[in-house]
């Protein structure tokens, strides 16, 4: 069975940093692409980043420069470093992997941008 376990987020002030955390069991986490997405209050669920088993990354044009996605496959962790945040970065953040034939979804870890 395949878990993915999130942790980081919270509250933050415009221009902070957050760094989430999505812990994977279940899977070998260096032969599979990861992903990050959110969805904000209202809006439909969207990609924010992926790295691939390659550890090739891409993400959204909105958080460009501002988050980097990385990986650590000794702790099959994935990360989610977030700078200079906005408030409308503000939303729920999802990691997903798709594995043995299906889509994995972490339970989702709130973040809130406001002064």
């Known amino acids: 069975q395949v878990h993915l376990v999130q942790s980081g987020g919270g509250l933050v002030q415009p221009g902070g940093s957050l760094r989430l955390s999505c812990a994977a069991a279940?899977?070998?986490?260096?032969?599979?692409?990861m992903n990050w997405y959110r969805q904000a209050p209202g809006k439909a669920r969207e990609w924010v980043a992926s790295?691939?088993?390659?550890?090739?990354?891409n993400n959204v044009d909105s958080v460009k420069e501002r988050f980097t996605i990385s990986r650590d496959n000794v702790r099959s962790r994935v990360y989610l470093q977030m700078n200079s945040l906005e408030p409308e970065d503000t939303a729920v953040y999802y990691c997903?992997?798709?594995?043995?034939?299906?889509?994995?979804w972490g339970q989702g870890t709130q973040v809130t941008v406001s002064s």
């Open positions: 790295i691939t088993d390659s550890g090739s990354t």
């Open positions: 279940g899977i070998n986490l260096k032969l599979y692409t």
């Open positions: 997903t992997t798709r594995a043995y034939g299906r889509e994995f």
